[in-house]
């Protein structure tokens, strides 16, 4: 890809995609030669669904998808994550502003839209075989690495059988379009509004996922006053929510997708020698460990990890 000099290298994430800003154009190229349906297509089809309902989002400037790169529009240079280390706002009232976005997002019924090659994309649901095959890779990368063979063989068993009968009591239905990464380092300032990125993954599943991921971010460390303060923020703008039910499905979603979490950043380290993310694995557990103390649903669920990983939990 020949791009010109106005176009510099920006620091990418944890996918294989890399990306280009053009500052006079106030655009981004966008580069995936892997994943690229994901990537390119699904990423701009999920952006235009967003924009349709009114949640800023980059919008497509022009594709070359036989070259593997799409140019979208540049929503800005800083982050909510770096407004909020660089303690330039009050953090309640940032994440009052989230909550909004968050529950705009969730009022999304269009599941439908074309994409630039002039075909009809529907966002998937996020079924109970996605959340299972997401929560394997703690078992697949960290536990088979920690545990002797042995262990790691009986672990992956039991942790399989429990992982699937937590699932099976999560009690609200795929019907909420979920971002699947909504956390404050995928949340840009634009002209004093709020835009989302990195929507690729957007699926249709459950209402409290999104939640989750937001309050119990590995990367933006808060206290548990302050996790239950967003927490019950939101709730007060969704009282017709089963407060029980949803406290549960929150929990269970928040505790799987930390798992998943730690076994990435592991595969990163191992396989791509992306080595930074590993420092935020004590955390991960450390909201592990805070959810499953709280929840009786869990009881097995904290056996098994308990017996397997006990200097991670304490409680």
Known sequence: MNLSKDFKEIKGDASFRKF?????????????NKEK?????????????????????????????????????????????????????????????IIKIL?????IKNKKIKNFNDRIYKIKEYENKILLSEAKLFS?????????????????????KETKSLLLKLNFKNSTFVHRDFHVSNLIINSSKIGLIDSQDALIGNKAYDLASLIDDV????????????????????QKINVNKFKNDFDILSVLRNLKIIGIFTRLAERDNKKKYQKLIPYAWQMIDNRMCQNKVFDNYLLLLKSNFPKFLNK
């Open 20 to 32: 280009y800003r053009n500052k006079k154009k106030k655009s981004i190229i966008v580069f995936a």
């Open 37 to 97: 349906s994901k990537n390119l297509l699904i990423y701009d089809a999920i952006n235009k669904i967003l924009i349709k309902n009114k949640v800023i989002a980059p919008k497509l400037i022009s594709q070359n998808y036989q070259k593997n790169y799409i140019e979208i529009e540049d929503l800005g240079l800083k982050t909510i994550y770096q407004l909020l280390i660089s303690n330039e706002y009050k953090n309640y009232l940032i994440f009052k502003k």
């Open 103 to 107: 529950n705009k997002i969730q009022l």
């Open 140 to 160: 697949s990368w960290y536990a088979s690495k920690n545990l002797s063979k042995k262990e790691y063989t009986v672990f992956k068993y039991k942790f399989n």
């Open 219 to 238: 990367r933006y460390k808060t206290s548990n006053t302050f996790k239950e303060k967003i927490y019950n923020y939101y709730l007060k703008t969704n």
